[in-house]
């Protein structure tokens, strides 16, 4: 009785193609969840920052401040200044990474966001308290985090 070589090598072929199709699989979907990490991280620092911004906005700098008080604004505005420029790299990390992705899009919104984080009498030591400044903050950081959701979706839709 011989013994048949083929059914072997149609084994080791079949095992080795299960392998090569399992590896690509897990690949895939390593890359998908570290995206989708990284993107939950940017919509949480946009969050961060909106809330940061809100709170720093409300605050009148017009009335006297003890030096604690003054001493704590100037933290608060090196931190969304320290938020706007992780924002920045972030975005340019998700430009690199996601080809799919229609960052484009969203730039006008990141532009507007940051513009309300960072413009107007940002740094000014005796402004008022800006309600609108605030309220837009908040609803721009919300718009920017729902956007950058749809985009995400819109990537894994492709696939």
């Not at 699989?25 to 946009?46: G, I, M, P, Q, S």
């Amino acid at each position: 009785m011989a013994f048949d070589v083929s059914h072997l090598f149609s084994g080791l072929i079949g095992g080795l193609l299960t392998a090569g199709a399992n590896y690509l699989a897990l690949r895939w979907r390593y890359r998908t969840d570290e995206l989708a990490a990284f993107w939950t991280k940017t919509c949480d620092d946009v969050a961060a920052a909106a809330d940061l911004a809100a709170e720093y906005w409300l605050k009148d700098l017009s009335i006297a401040l003890t030096e604690d008080a003054l001493r704590a604004i100037k933290a608060d505005e090196l931190r969304i200044i320290g938020h706007q420029a992780r924002l920045t790299e972030m975005l340019a990390i998700l430009d690199l990474e996601a080809s799919k992705i229609d960052l484009l899009s969203l730039k006008p919104t990141f532009v507007d966001f940051f513009d309300a984080l960072s413009g107007g009498d940002f740094q000014v030591e005796d402004r008022r308290a800006d309600f609108e400044r605030a309220r837009a903050v908040q609803y721009l950081g919300a718009n920017l985090v729902v956007q950058l959701r749809k985009a995400l979706r819109r990537r894994t839709r492709l696939w």
